[in-house]
């Protein structure tokens, strides 16, 4: 199953709904790094030890189903295999 992204500039962006689930993960992951850092007074953009890139991927890995069957569920997408190939789900990311 694909998703549609329509950005503020009017492109289209496709990509499978897990892509786009990794995509979400990422974005949390780098959310809950920035939030320790201003909760710990630093700097993330001068003091670089906490890229680890290894670790955010293992967060990536670990949240994925769960991101994943949030994203069903609030768009209510059943991803039970079907033969057919579906469309794009335009999602409204204006909210």
């Known amino acids: 199953m694909n998703v549609m992204i329509k ?7 496709v990509m499978t709904i ?10 949390e992951g780098l959310d809950v790094i920035t939030k ?3 909760a710990n007074n630093i700097d993330l953009n001068k003091d670089t030890s906490w890229v680890k ?5 293992n967060y990536i890995e670990e949240r994925f189903p769960a991101m994943l069957h949030d ?10 295999p079907t033969p057919n190939i579906e469309p794009a789900i335009p999602l409204n990311l204006n909210n």
């Open 7 to 13: 950005s503020r500039s009017g492109n289209e962006h």
């Open 18 to 27: 897990e892509t786009y689930a990794r995509w979400l993960c990422l974005i």
């Open 36 to 38: 320790a850092g201003e």
């Open 53 to 57: 890139p290894i670790a955010l991927q």
């Open 71 to 80: 994203i069903c569920v609030e768009e209510n997408i059943d991803l039970t």
